[in-house]
């Protein structure tokens, strides 16, 4: 980002004229400025005492090589030109004449002012515009505060050095970047693409060194293709310390620590939730009951937690190799990451972790592999233990280790409701509680989790799947859908509306580009996505009463 240096205000236009209402109520005062070296002129009421105008001032003059300067002493007061003293006792400069000299004493006045102020015809405005009348260069204020933009004298020698016949010859410019920071360099593509990409970058290193990163960006309103094929392209140039990411932060890692003990909290409640045919009954009508106020004595949870441990482990085991997997695809491309930062949640233990690019992506092949490595990595954990789970609940020599939970919790979702009718059998899914093993809870948490971050939207591990794979288009329609489909609760049940809100405040704006984003990634990961978002689908879409009742998963009244 930017850093704001200086600040200025434009020259305020100060209109005299001839009328004797104008002379009577207004005049200059001519004040001395010690640290600017010059005068400053103040066009105020003759009835305002200098107290009182210091409050309101406003000033006028020319730019200043010292734009650091302050008009003001150390105590605020604006002190007078000995030079002037003569001529400011009365603090007032008329500007009568007489008619027959107007012409003559305008001319003179125009010469006699200080250099700070215009002598170009001004435009007459009303009286009661006078304290209003200075506005702020919005244009230069956005300039100062936005991040710094790329050297013109850099752009006029990568033109003349970098781009040529024989690579990219340039037939137009347009600002880049989400505050036109960068310069986008539009023009016809000499060779293919990959090869001319790799030498510009090469030969940018030789140029200007390690200054700038240059983009291949797909053509914005291109009319037509590229003639050897594929999308017309683009070369957009960004500063790095702008379009890189910053480093981790200090307070990042204190909040990311907190936000995973609160983590750990959330999984261990959620085992001893798992529990519930155990729990007190104060404690069971306090978690149930949605009239209860006052909370029961937490010391009666105490017996609970050892017996919740394995299940906290097994969510946490899950986040825990899914980030993994996002570490473990990143290193070979030499990606950085940031460090996970968990969101607890009491109903699955934890929505997931937000991991964030520490370093711009090289080509969309990559952000596929790391978009689906964490999600691949946390699903197969998360299936196992879902798997292994239903097979010990339909031991029947493991009567002890099982928990009771209601039928209707299968119903929630479609994929796995259908696997665990498969494997448990219609006796003992179709009744008011099934008999399971923890592992079945941590597996089914786990897998809903890693569903819900492989949604195709905003900047979730499926949405940067999905914008890699097919372009940030894709991604602008699979995102609507996926809000509809939320806002509506076709998909995610009661956890449905917590997520959306959790995305559109969390993860709504999609990933940056990568530096070389124009190049198609392969079938086979196009597939990969594709099955992925069906297997999403399939997870989190709830099964709907007649279904569950035909296929005899829960006790459903259909009447």
């Not at 920071?181 to 140029?207: H, P, S, Y």
């Amino acid at each position: 980002m930017g850093t704001l240096t200086s600040f200025s205000f434009n020259a305020v236009n100060l209109r005299f004229t001839s009328s004797s209402i104008f002379r009577q109520r207004v005049g200059v005062q001519v004040f001395g400025s010690r640290k600017l070296n010059t005068k400053l002129c103040y066009l105020i009421p003759k009835e305002v005492s200098r107290e009182k105008f210091l409050k309101f001032r406003c000033f006028c003059g020319t730019n200043n090589s010292n734009n650091d300067a302050d008009y003001t002493q150390n105590d605020g007061e604006i002190k007078e030109d000995s030079s002037n003293t003569a001529s400011s006792t009365e603090s007032t400069v008329t500007t009568a004449s007489p008619p027959e000299d107007k012409a003559v004493q305008e001319k003179r006045t125009s010469n006699e002012l200080p250099p700070s102020l215009s002598s170009r015809p001004p435009n007459i405005a009303p009286l009661g515009s006078v304290y209003n009348d200075f506005q702020i260069d919005s244009f230069k204020l956005m300039e100062l505060l936005g991040p710094e933009k790329v050297d013109p004298a850099d752009v006029k020698l990568i033109k003349d050095k970098l781009f040529g016949y024989s690579t990219f010859w340039v037939t137009k410019e347009e600002p880049f970047g989400d505050l036109g920071e960068g310069i986008l360099f539009l023009g016809n593509l000499r060779g293919k693409r990959e090869d001319v990409f790799a030498k510009l970058q090469t030969q940018l290193a030789e140029i200007v060194g390690d200054k700038y990163n240059l983009f291949m960006v797909e053509e914005p309103d291109s009319e037509a293709p590229d003639p050897r094929g594929g999308p017309r392209v683009s070369f957009g140039l960004l500063r790095k310390e702008v379009s890189e990411p910053g480093p981790t932060t200090l307070w990042q890692y204190v909040i990311a620590i907190l936000l995973f003990l609160l983590t750990i909290g959330s999984s261990v409640e959620l085992g001893i939730a798992s529990q519930i045919n155990r729990l007190p009954p104060e404690v069971v009508k306090y978690f149930t009951d949605p009239n209860a106020v006052d909370p029961p004595d937490m010391e009666l949870l105490y017996p609970f937690v050892e017996s919740a441990l394995p299940l906290a482990y097994g969510v946490l085991g899950v986040l825990l190799f899914h980030e993994l997997g996002h570490f473990l695809a990143a290193f070979p491309k030499k990606v950085k990451l940031s460090i996970p930062f968990f969101i607890p949640n009491i109903t699955l233990g934890s929505f997931g972790a937000i991991t964030q690019f520490k370093s711009i992506l090289p080509d969309r092949s990559t952000q596929v592999d790391i978009s689906l490595a964490g999600p691949f990595a946390g699903a197969a954990l998360s299936f196992s233990m879902f798997a292994v789970g239903l097979l010990l609940s339909s031991n029947p020599d493991a009567p002890g280790d099982l928990v009771q939970v209601p039928s209707m919790l299968f119903q929630g979702s479609l994929l796995l409701g259908l696997i665990s009718r498969a494997t448990l059998g219609y006796a003992a899914m179709h009744a008011a509680t099934v008999s399971i093993h923890p592992l079945v809870i941590a597996g089914w948490c786990g897998l809903t989790t890693t569903a819900f971050n492989m949604l195709p939207v905003g900047c979730l591990d499926g949405g940067r799947a999905v914008q890699g794979a097919y372009g940030k288009g894709a991604l602008v329609g699979f995102g609507l859908t996926t809000y509809t489909l939320l806002g509506l609760g076709v998909i995610g049940g009661p956890l449905s509306l917590p997520w959306g809100l959790y995305v559109l405040i969390c993860q709504r704006t999609p990933e940056k580009p990568c530096l070389n984003d124009v190049t198609e990634v392969g079938t086979w990961r196009k597939t990969a996505v594709t099955v992925a978002v069906f297997l999403v689908v399939l997870t989190l879409l709830p099964l709907w009463d007649e279904l569950a009742e035909e296929l005899g998963i829960g006790l459903v009244s259909t009447f």
